[in-house]
């Protein structure tokens, strides 16, 4: 349905912040992509694919920063002098791929169809779904 939708240079507004917000959380489910459910409930709101892209990666990181103020509290990730370079060495790591990732997703969601990335997602749901039910 996203693919249908009309171009536009419309930006995020708060309204649609707080809906796309809304499909970041159903996309907990299993199976339910989170950046294909936001991108697509953006441009569906009449945003720009290239923003709504921007904005669904962007939202990730209030996520990623929750599950790091867990783990710290939870005592799961620690200070340890031993391992501090290795921490810093993956940290880095995934700053660089995760920048070349959003580039390179931002560049796709622009230039292509959101319905190939939904028919990779349902290509690899089913066969991890084999692969669950094969190697169990």
Same mark, same amino acid.
């Given at each position: 349905m996203?693919?249908? /939708?009309?171009? #536009?240079?419309?930006?995020?507004?708060?309204?649609?912040?707080?809906? $796309?917000?809304?499909s970041q959380?159903? /996309?907990?489910?299993?199976?339910i992509?989170?950046?294909?459910?936001? $991108?697509? #409930?953006?441009?569906?709101?009449?945003n720009?694919?290239?923003?709504a892209?921007?904005f669904? &990666?962007?939202?990730v $990181?209030?996520?990623?920063?929750?599950?790091?103020?867990?783990?710290?509290?939870?005592?799961?990730?620690?200070?340890?002098?031993?391992?501090?370079?290795?921490l810093? /060495?993956?940290?880095?790591?995934a700053?660089v791929?995760?920048?070349?990732?959003?580039t390179?997703?931002i560049?796709?969601?622009?230039n292509?169809?959101?319905?190939?990335?939904?028919y990779?997602?349902?290509?690899?749901?089913?066969?991890?779904?084999i692969?669950t &039910?094969?190697?169990?």
């Amino acid at each position: 349905m996203a693919d249908r /939708a009309k171009a #536009t240079n419309k930006k995020v507004g708060f309204w649609d912040a707080f809906v $796309i917000g809304i499909s970041q959380a159903i /996309a907990m489910l299993p199976g339910i992509s989170r950046s294909g459910a936001t $991108i697509s #409930t953006s441009v569906l709101l009449g945003n720009d694919k290239s923003k709504a892209a921007r904005f669904s &990666f962007l939202m990730v $990181i209030p996520l990623i920063l929750g599950k790091i103020a867990k783990d710290v509290i939870s005592g799961d990730l620690s200070y340890n002098a031993d391992n501090f370079n290795s921490l810093v /060495a993956g940290f880095i790591a995934a700053f660089v791929a995760g920048l070349f990732a959003c580039t390179l997703m931002i560049r796709l969601v622009k230039n292509s169809r959101l319905k190939y990335f939904a028919y990779y997602c349902c290509v690899v749901g089913i066969l991890a779904i084999i692969t669950t &039910f094969y190697f169990k």
